[in-house]
């Protein structure tokens, strides 16, 4: 390493999977790496193998999750990994957490290094939440001596300590997470590793759980590494970043530039109309080919006013009756523009039955007052069969428009409401 005070290093770091099995999938491959191995020759499936792009059908069983990745993290910084859903980014925090190794390349690491990749990973659902904290602590190598020191500290902070002696498996996962959390940032490792998990707790928690990461970094002089969609949270709480798209590091700065990168590219695929976009998800039964904004008068508009009535139509595909529209599920998110979801609207939560839908080409969401600040916002949506979970994917795009919102009278006062990107809800000084 370099005379910089480096915590953390990836050197051509690679991971290849072959899709649909576990491992390599079979003997005559096995034998045949052996046998190259042997001879001190290359891996011969290194040569073989699709980019990482969910959207394209590939010509190969294997798929490369990661390409060639390289950055150096120093003691003290703290590094948001930025990318979209499939990009790399969690493979990446398994490789740098020793949960998988890497198909190539090497991690040089100096501490401990705690993990929060998935909620409750580690956890024993039979064991208590105090007994969980010790046995979450030996894990990270503490010893029982120093669990203790901090257990007050963990219990106060994860807001479990009424159910601190239950079987964390009566948690919900909110809870679980909290704790979760709390274990790993108390007993101070030198490298703190964060995927999404955070965006299971609530808003309070969410933001106690950023500033002990801001603490961790500045006071404790410990490093973090952070994966969010939370645009505010990367540039608010890391000084670098690097942008993943299909498995490579496509742009590495301080955060502030790795996110201006980040959303100026998402906002390009806006450019390619909603039937020509290739970076969708599931299975493809139907496909949203447009989505059109309608006012009360039954027309189509460019742009809505703040407070007034709205529809939003997903125009679909011709393929009727290949789907039973009752099990179907309709979510659609409108977000501002550094990725905070200011609004979202799910079918199943609503009790919607929507086979009122089914011998038309499109759906359509009523929105009788929309409570938006002016500002400009992005819509995504997801269309699945009876659940919320990637293998129930039908239809899946991120930003598939904008939505530009002008200030409205929402009050009826004669003024104008000011803008922002926030909701605006209804109420009155008594």
Not at 19 to 45: A, C, F, M, Q
Request: hydrophobic share 40%; net charge negative; charged share 25%.
């Amino acid at each position: 390493m370099s005379t910089k005070n480096i915590i953390l290093k990836a050197e051509n770091i690679s991971k290849q999977y072959r899709l649909g099995t576990v491992g390599t999938g079979t003997i005559s491959h096995d034998l045949n790496r052996w046998w190259h191995k042997v001879r001190g020759k290359e891996d011969p499936y290194l040569k073989v193998g699709d980019t990482n792009d969910r959207s394209t059908k590939g010509e190969s069983d294997y798929v490369w999750a990661l390409q060639d990745i390289n950055f150096e993290v120093e003691a003290g910084e703290v590094l948001g990994i930025i990318g979209k859903n499939g990009a790399g980014k969690s493979t990446l925090l398994k490789i740098l957490s020793k949960v998988t190794a890497p198909t190539t390349g090497t991690i040089k690491s100096r501490g401990r290094i705690a993990s929060l990749l998935e909620v409750g990973t580690g956890f024993n659902p039979e064991l208590t939440g105090r007994e969980n904290i010790y046995l979450n602590g030996a894990i990270l190598g503490m010893t029982k001596k120093e669990i203790t020191a901090k257990l007050d500290e963990i219990i106060e902070f994860s807001g479990c300590q009424r159910y601190v002696d239950t079987p964390t498996k009566r948690y919900s996962s909110g809870m679980t997470v909290r704790l979760a959390f709390a274990v790993a940032a108390f007993l101070e490792p030198e490298i703190l590793v964060v995927d999404e998990v955070l965006a299971v707790g609530d808003a309070e928690f969410q933001k106690k759980a950023i500033g002990k990461m801001q603490d961790i970094s500045r006071e404790g002089g410990r490093t973090v590494l952070f994966v969010s969609h939370n645009m505010a949270a990367v540039k608010s709480l890391c000084t670098k970043g690097i942008v993943l798209e299909h498995g490579k590091v496509v742009f590495s700065s301080d955060a502030e530039s790795a996110v201006n990168y980040y959303l100026t590219n998402a906002s390009q695929l806006k450019d390619t109309s909603i039937a020509d976009r290739t970076d969708r998800l599931g299975s493809g039964e139907i496909k949203v080919i447009g989505v059109d904004l309608i006012n009360q008068k039954g027309e189509i508009v460019e742009q809505v006013i703040s407070g007034d009535w709205l529809k939003i139509r997903l125009n679909l595909n011709a393929n009727l009756g290949v789907l039973d529209y009752s099990k179907l599920f309709v979510g659609i998110a409108l977000r501002d523009q550094e990725e905070t979801r200011v609004a979202s609207f799910f079918s199943d939560e609503m009790g919607t039955d929507l086979s009122q839908f089914e011998d038309k080409d499109y759906i359509d969401l009523v929105i009788p007052q929309f409570n938006l600040r002016g500002g400009m916002y992005d819509v995504s949506f997801q269309l699945g069969l009876g659940s919320t979970r990637p293998e129930d994917f039908i239809d899946v795009v991120e930003k598939a428009m904008d939505i530009d919102v002008l200030p409205g009278d929402f009050w009826k006062s004669g003024k104008l409401n000011r803008t922002g990107n926030y909701m605006i809800l209804d109420g009155y000084y008594k």
